[in-house]
């Protein structure tokens, strides 16, 4: 069994920085597909950054040049940098991960985080 546990949300001024991470905890997986997303009440859930594990990165519009995806592949772990903060990044944060485990690939998702931006 895999888990995703998330720490690093809190409350930040606007124009702050924030660092998330992500930890995948079990044995006998490897992990194909990293992403944060974010949800606001009553919205959908919308990704804000991803990378898969041949490399590379993808970022929401709203974000670029703010946020940075990082991963550490011998930690299991994936980072979210984020810079220059403003009121309507606050949301929850949920990291997810795709991952083969045997003969299956599967989904995960952390628990989610709540990052604040306010003054």
């Known amino acids: 069994q895999v888990q995703l546990v998330e720490s690093g949300g809190g409350l930040v001024q606007p124009g702050g920085s924030l660092r998330l991470s992500c930890a995948a905890s079990?044995?006998?997986?490897?992990?194909?597909?990293m992403a944060w997303y974010r949800q606001t009440p009553g919205k959908q859930r919308d990704l804000v950054a991803s990378?898969?594990?041949?490399?590379?990165?993808n970022y929401a519009d709203s974000v670029k040049g703010r946020f940075t995806i990082s991963r550490d592949n011998a930690k299991n772990t994936v980072y979210l940098q984020m810079n220059s903060l403003k009121p309507e990044d606050t949301a929850v944060y949920y990291c997810?991960?795709?991952?083969?485990?045997?003969?299956?690939?599967?989904?995960?998702w952390g628990q989610g985080t709540q990052v604040t931006v306010s003054s």
């Open positions: 997810y991960a795709r991952i083969k485990a045997g003969l299956g690939q599967y989904q995960y």
């Open positions: 079990g044995t006998g997986f490897s992990i194909n597909f």
């Open positions: 990378m898969p594990s041949g490399g590379g990165t």
